[in-house]
């Protein structure tokens, strides 16, 4: 069975400080994708990885992928209350997306 | 461009009650998708459309049917609504250059919020 899995689900953290969102997958697959939602909102892309080793980079939000282990991460750098929100990974396998359950992160000021 | 666009936002059935879910793109893309969102479920693929004239299963698709009615358009029918049909919906398309076996990004619209009673 074709598996992601998020770690944590659910995040609580002061602004300033950095934290790193944990995504790992059952399969193989070179490509993966984050999003974002907001609360009542539609989900928006955030980054595709589409190889072993690929590190994009936005902002505050740093995304990695190690196809060999199956794992990326999505780092948050000295965190601001406006990074609020759920994070998703979601793995490409067949024409399809197969979706982890959602980091959701909430940032205090 | 309006991007991903889905009717209706919200709509209230009562069991066993039909209805159609709209969606259209306006981005010239080969693929699109139905997608239910459970709390703490993350997304589950309903149905896809990876270009005009196909469709296939995804994980959930049983109670659902799909029609890619032209290129811009992919509606989701509910024949028999049921309470653990209550979820928000959501479409999305890509472009999808036929590479075998891979989707690019997705892009979504705004959803529907369906409650069956």
């Known amino acids: 069975e074709l598996k992601v899995e998020q770690n944590p689900l659910f995040l609580s953290m002061q602004e300033g400080k950095n934290y790193t969102i944990y995504c790992n997958y059952s399969?193989?697959?070179?490509?993966l994708y984050w999003y974002r939602q907001d609360p009542g909102k539609s989900l928006e892309s955030l980054f595709v990885l589409l190889s072993n080793g690929a590190v994009k980079q936005e902002g505050r939000l740093m995304a990695s992928l190690d196809t060999k282990a199956r794992l990326s991460t999505l780092h948050i750098t000295a965190a601001v209350h406006d990074l609020s929100a759920t994070y998703f990974c979601a793995v490409d396998i067949n024409y399809q997306l197969i979706w982890g359950a959602g980091t959701k992160l909430i940032i205090k000021p | 461009n309006a991007g991903v666009t889905q009717t209706p936002k919200f709509q209230v059935l009562k069991t066993g009650q039909s209805m159609t879910l709209q969606c259209a793109q306006d981005?010239?893309?080969?693929?699109m998708y139905w997608y239910r969102q459970d709390p703490g479920m993350g997304l589950r693929l309903i149905y896809y459309?990876?270009?005009?004239?196909?469709?296939d299963k995804g994980e959930v698709p049983n109670g659902y049917n799909v029609s890619r009615l032209n290129k811009r358009e992919f509606s989701l029918r509910l024949e028999s609504a049921a309470p653990s049909q209550t979820s928000v919906y959501f479409c999305?398309?890509?472009?999808?250059?036929?590479?075998?076996?891979?989707?690019?990004?997705?892009?979504f619209g705004p959803g529907t919020r369906l409650t069956v009673l």
């Open positions: 999305a398309s890509s472009v999808n250059q036929g590479l075998a076996g891979i989707t690019d990004t997705q892009y």
């Open positions: 981005m010239n893309h080969n693929s």
């Open positions: 399969t193989t697959s070179d490509r």
């Open positions: 459309s990876a270009s005009e004239g196909t469709t």
